[in-house]
């Protein structure tokens, strides 16, 4: 198993940008795809973005593309999610999540979850 913790959220101005880390630890860091979800108040969670273990293949929502980059470091044991040109539909709780071995699918079957960390952008 891994262990998650998320940081970095916090109440930005629309237009402006954030930088999510995701610390892990408890097994090869590099052996697990990593993604990021986020729950908007009210709303089910949603698929944010994706990265293989080597970081060498991305996955966007359609929603975030072009506007927010996943990547990690595989020797600090971390991934980040870089959010630029927020809105105020961004607001949410952002989630990373870990799963063993492949990318594919992207968008499901995560097994391990962090706490999560608040972002709000004002309307």
Known sequence: ???LVESGGGLVQAGGS????CA??????????MGWFRQPPGKEREF????TGSGG??????????????SRANAK??????MNSLKPEDTAV???AAKYGSINPPRVSYTNWGQGTQ???PS
């Open 119 to 121: 972002v709000t952008v």
């Open 94 to 96: 952002y989630y990373c």
């Open 77 to 82: 044991n971390t991934v980040y999610l870089q």
């Open 24 to 33: 892990a630890s408890g097994r090869t860091f590099s052996d697990y795809a």
């Open 57 to 70: 293949y991305t996955v966007y929502a359609d929603s975030v593309k072009g506007r927010f980059t996943i």
């Open 1 to 3: 198993q891994v262990q």
């Open 48 to 51: 944010v973005a994706a990265i």
């Open 18 to 21: 954030l930088r999510l880390s």
